[in-house]
T-cell receptor
Framework: ETGVTQTPRHLVMGMTNKKSLKCEQHLGHNAMYWYKQSAKKPLELMFVYSLEERVENNSVPSRFSPECPNSSHLFLHLHTLQPEDSALYLC??????????????FGEGSRLTVL | AQKITQTQPGMFVQEKEAVTLDCTYDTSDPSYGLFWYKQPSSGEMIFLIYQGSYDQQNATEGRYSLNFQKARKSANLVISASQLGDSAMYFCAMREVLWDNDMRFGAGTRLTVKP
């Protein structure tokens, strides 16, 4: 138990569907992250939120839309995805961002398959 | 440019023996943190050990130790007395303070412990 919970754990969707991934952290952290992990590629940082404000968007296609309604919750809205978007999506949180060199706490991931 | 390099895609070790997983990094930031994570087949990223750039001594956590050679920019993970449950992917990561402070990961090393 890392204190970061992701749902759903597995998701299969068609290219025309709209779905959302949810992440919740119970650690009182101020920064939250979405990472994408594809086969045979390093983890790719997608989005960073610090104090509920998006501070980074690493050239992610607009079919991925993040939302951070409060410091404990993070969503990734998915719309008209492509088969190459099939991957493990990992949510993480940390105490802060800026001067922080502390570890990230990860959820168990949401494994997405796009048909 | 790749900031974290793990040159061993796969490693094998006999149960009860020690194994070293290599990691080199690239940064001009004087302040940074180095991390190792373990990822079993279930997908969650488990934090193992942390080394700060100003730490004088090598970090240790139980059977894990980090061989930190700052001048060579290497941060190898040593696992002593390997167990079958150590079979997993292992990722080296870094957070820089002056750059964007986001955690960047290497490509990972798959460790297999043989009985």
């Amino acid at each position: 138990e890392t204190g970061v919970t992701q749902t759903p754990r597995h998701l299969v969707m068609g290219m025309t569907n709209k779905k959302s991934l949810k992440c919740e952290q119970h650690l009182g952290h101020n920064a939250m992250y979405w990472y994408k992990q594809s086969a045979k590629k390093p983890l790719e940082l997608m989005f960073v939120y610090s104090l509920e404000e998006r501070v980074e968007n690493n050239s992610v296609p607009s079919r991925f839309s993040p939302e951070c309604p409060n410091s404990s919750h993070l969503f990734l809205h998915l719309h008209t995805l492509q088969p190459e978007d099939s991957a493990l999506y990992l949510c993480a949180s940390s105490q802060g961002r800026g001067q922080d060199t502390g570890e990230l706490f990860f959820g168990e991931g949401s494994r997405l398959t796009v048909l | 440019a790749q900031k974290i390099t793990q040159t061993q895609p796969g490693m094998f070790v006999q149960e009860k023996e020690a194994v070293t997983l290599d990691c080199t990094y690239d940064t001009s930031d004087p302040s940074y943190g180095l991390f190792w994570y373990k990822q079993p087949s279930s997908g969650e990223m488990i934090f193992l050990i942390y080394q700060g750039s100003y730490d004088q001594q090598n970090a240790t956590e139980g059977r894990y130790s980090l061989n930190f050679q700052k001048a060579r920019k290497s941060a190898n993970l040593v696992i002593s007395a390997s167990q079958l449950g150590d079979s997993a992917m292992y990722f080296c990561a870094m957070r820089e303070v002056l750059w964007d402070n986001d955690m960047r990961f290497g490509a990972g090393t798959r460790l297999t412990v043989k009985p």
